[in-house]
Structures are given as structure tokens and as C-alpha cells.
Antibody
Framework: QLQLQESGPGLVKPSETLSLMCTVS??????????WGWIRQPPGKGLEWIGS???????YYNPSLKSRVTMSVDTSKNQFSLKLSSVSAADTAVYYC????????????WGKGTTVTVSS | QSALTQPASVSGSPGQSITISCTGT?????????VSWYQQHPGKAPKLMIF???NRPSGVSNRFSGSKSGNTASLTISGLQAEDEADYYCSSYTSSSTLEWVFGGGTKLTVL
């Protein structure tokens, strides 16, 4: 069964870059049937789509975050990553990596999430 | 990109049925059949409950059902059980100028 695991620093300073990695196990990231993406949830708030990407490198970003987001994939390591620049306290959230089904666009597999706090 | 509109909260007694609505636009909910619903218990990751408007993943109880009319999708839970108490989110993909995904604001379901 495919599993996703987020990893990265739990604390980031304001104005710096948040970097997270998602490791895919139990399946290949090189699948034409799926996108790979990031979702975040600020404390006590709802879910927000950050971005999605295809294993070939095509990326799709939330317009409200687009200027600060970069996603990339390393197929040799079965991993994909998120970088969010110029962070502020508003970027404090639980960050989830997800698998999205291309035919349907639903998120069928979720990582457990990792908490990132932006604070000096 | 605007969030889909859900009621902040709904409640029901065990055994009853409840419906949660999710209103969007013709660019997202009303434009295709790619609406999904997620259940989230406190401190846990969301779980896919309904995809493509009305399909259930393997393992999800048939007490959960989905539908859509125009720009509004709905999630119905019948035979409410205590373990259904959770937050529920709808989601849709939107094909405006590029591919984007959008969530509803979430609905807190309380089982009385």
C-alpha cells in the first residue's frame, strides 16, 4: 500500500525559506495516473491547496502563493519537495503531502502531516 | 481562486441523517463531476470519503453518499454514529486558466 511521509524542519524563521520533502513508499512516483501535491492547514483553520505536480515536472500552483512556491520531483529517490520563500507567521500550519488521481482530481492518499512553525 | 462555501456546522442525533452542502461556481463544482469529500478527525490527516461527486472508495461505509445539482454538491450521512463526528471538507478541481484545486471552508459535524 502506498504511503507518503513528510520531513523537514519544524521551525523556520520569518523571511526565510520553508523546505519540505515527501517520500513515497510502496509505489512509484513515475505514474501517469497521478499528480503529487501539498496541502496545508493553519491551526484551527481549513485546508488550503498549495500546489500539484506531475512526475515529468509540470507544476500547478495556488495563485495566492505562486510567487513564493517551488515544487520539484526526484524520481530516482521517489521523492518530491516543496519550497516556500519569504515565510511569515501566516505560513504556520500542518503541511500534508498528497497523491491526486489524474482522472477525477481527488486526493486519495495523504501523509500524516508535519507541523511547521514560523517564529524567530 | 475562491473557496467553496460550506456551512460552518451541522448537527444530528444518532441514527438520523444529515446533509452538508458545498457551493461553488460553473468553473469548479458546476463545471464537471470532480467533486470530492474528506473527513478529518482532530489531530489526524483528512480521509477521502467521496470522489467524482458520488463514488465511495473501498472501505468507506455506504452510509456516506454524494450528489450534485448545478453549482452545489452535497454529502449525506445516514444512520449517524458517534464516530462520524468530525470536520468535513469538499474539494473540486477548477479549470480556469490552469489547473487548480479548491477546498470548502469545512463543516463541523456534531453528533448529539
Amino acid at each position: 500500500q502506498l504511503q507518503l511521509q513528510e520531513s523537514g524542519p519544524g521551525l523556520v524563521k520569518p523571511s526565510e525559506t520553508l523546505s519540505l520533502m515527501c517520500t513515497v513508499s510502496g509505489g512509484s512516483i513515475r505514474s501517469s495516473s497521478y499528480y503529487w501535491g501539498w496541502i496545508r492547514q493553519p491551526p484551527g483553520k481549513g485546508l488550503e491547496w498549495i500546489g500539484s505536480m506531475y512526475y515529468s515536472g509540470s507544476t500547478y500552483y495556488n495563485p495566492s502563493l505562486k510567487s513564493r512556491v517551488t515544487m520539484s520531483v526526484d524520481t530516482s529517490k521517489n521523492q518530491f519537495s516543496l519550497k516556500l520563500s519569504s515565510v511569515s507567521a501566516a505560513d504556520t500550519a500542518v503541511y500534508y503531502c498528497v497523491r491526486l488521481v489524474v482522472r477525477g482530481s481527488h486526493m486519495d492518499v495523504w501523509g500524516k502531516g508535519t507541523t511547521v512553525t514560523v517564529s524567530s | 481562486q475562491s473557496a467553496l462555501t460550506q456551512p460552518a456546522s451541522v448537527s444530528g442525533s444518532p441514527g438520523q441523517s444529515i446533509t452538508i452542502s458545498c457551493t461553488g461556481t460553473s468553473s469548479d463544482v458546476g463545471g464537471h463531476n470532480y467533486v470530492s469529500w474528506y473527513q478529518q478527525h482532530p489531530g489526524k490527516a483528512p480521509k477521502l470519503m467521496i470522489f467524482d461527486v458520488s463514488n465511495r472508495p473501498s472501505g468507506v461505509s455506504n452510509r456516506f453518499s454524494g450528489s450534485k445539482s448545478g453549482n452545489t454538491a452535497s454529502l449525506t450521512i445516514s444512520g449517524l454514529q458517534a464516530e462520524d463526528e468530525a470536520d468535513y471538507y469538499c474539494s473540486s478541481y477548477t479549470s480556469s486558466s490552469t489547473l487548480e484545486w479548491v477546498f470548502g471552508g469545512g463543516t463541523k459535524l456534531t453528533v448529539l
